[in-house]
């Protein structure tokens, strides 16, 4: 897929990996879709864009009949998607039970369960079967991307931001199976620790325990997430598999 003048729609684009996966697109020529819950970052961001041609829609991406809508607005402003990226996350981490004094004093809260599986995997779902629906009707092909993460195979403290990224590196190669009749490739990318807002703003001694784990020796940097997502974009013969982008830390 030619990245210049292609159509392409990234959830949770107001900040972090999203931001920066729509700006390094928009500087190859993309014309970026950006869907997020918070409308004024979502503003922001898209001012921020290089480039004039984007378009902006807020979306809970949690909730089936937002998801159709913005899909369906943001097509039309665009003209038509050639490829989706499912970025849209949260963490609500939490031990499955935190024990003192060999007494259990608290629990995962199902709420918290919830929030995520909401978000992390039932949103990747939304969006991809929307993105599907469009590039089968178009007849054109396309790509879907999903958003993964190393902890996909377990990460203490994240029994639900875990179980959640495994099923979107499921999903992906499902998708892939049923959706190549139609031209359309999927593909999945799992983040290690990489240097996000959220990251950035931990403490220093966090931050350095985290970066003595990593062979690498530092953390990720987000446009070199964004750069494995030009790739995939760019080759036509990469579907149903994941890219694990985490300096050699393989949880």
């Known amino acids: ?19 920066a996966m729509a700006r390094h697109l ?4 993309a014309r970026i879709g950006l869907i997020d819950i918070n409308e004024a970052a979502l503003t922001a961001a898209k001012s921020s864009l290089p480039g004039s041609d984007h378009h902006a829609h807020v979306a809970n991406v949690a909730d089936e009949g937002q998801v159709d809508q913005a899909f369906d607005a943001l097509a039309e402003s665009l003209g038509g998607i050639d490829a989706a990226v499912n970025n849209a996350g949260i963490t609500r981490d939490g031990l ?3 024990v003192k004094d060999g007494e259990i004093v608290d629990r995962l809260s199902m709420d918290k369960w919830q929030q995520v599986m909401d978000v992390n995997l039932t949103g990747v779902f939304l ?12 007849g054109s092909g396309g790509v879907i991307i999903n958003i993964s993460s190393i902890s996909k195979a377990g990460n203490f403290g994240q029994s639900n931001y875990s179980a959640a990224k495994a099923g979107v590196a499921a ?22 620790f990489t240097r996000t807002e959220l990251v950035a703003g931990m403490p220093e001694k966090a931050i350095e ?9 530092r953390l990720g940097e987000p446009d070199e997430i964004a750069a494995t997502i030009r790739f995939i974009l760019e080759n036509d013969y990469v579907s149903g598999r994941d890219f694990a982008i985490d300096g050699a830390l393989r949880l």
């Open 127 to 138: 969006c991809g079967r929307a993105a599907a629906g469009h590039l089968i009707r178009q």
């Open 1 to 19: 897929m030619q990245i210049d003048s292609s159509r392409i729609i990234i959830t949770g684009a107001a900040r972090g990996l999203g931001l």
């Open 171 to 192: 999903m992906t190669v499902t998708w892939a199976r049923e959706l190549a009749r139609y031209g359309i490739r999927t593909a999945s990318v799992s983040p290690g």
């Open 209 to 217: 325990r985290i970066t003595s784990q990593i062979p690498a020796g």
């Open 26 to 29: 928009a500087s190859a020529g």
């Open 96 to 98: 499955l039970v935190k």
